[in-house]
């Protein structure tokens, strides 16, 4: 199991679409907007940011940051977490055509995300 840094930040948002609009104003972020995942993600020129943005629910409070680390092996990784007092809340899922993700809150509270592209596996 190995891990090579944090690949993807999410931030949550009322309105998805209209935050990819001010950061896209205000960083030069370039935004695409994934209709069929319903998923709204931003990046910039250099590759040293890339995300997206999660729409606010009863289970994602605004404010809400998810970190997504990669790793060549979600289920190894989410199981030693766990080992270490972390829960898992997402098991091992597909982003279909994308990879893999899953994410678990460790002792302090934070959520973290684990992040498999499908070349990975």
Do not use: C
């Amino acid at each position: 199991m190995g891990f090579s840094g944090v690949v993807h930040v999410e931030l949550s948002a009322k309105d998805p679409k209209a935050a990819g609009k001010f950061y896209e104003d205000l960083f030069g972020w370039k935004i695409e907007v994934d209709e069929q995942l319903d998923y709204v993600q931003f990046g910039n020129e250099q590759g040293s940011i890339g995300g997206g943005f999660v729409k606010v629910d009863e289970n994602t409070p605004a404010g809400t940051v998810v970190p997504y680390a990669a790793s060549d092996d979600i289920e190894a990784s989410l199981a030693k977490a766990e080992s270490l007092g972390a829960t898992t809340i997402v098991p091992k899922t597909e982003i279909p055509g994308i990879g893999w993700f899953g994410i678990f809150v460790d002792p302090s509270g934070n959520r973290i995300g684990i992040y498999t592209a499908n070349s990975m596996e």
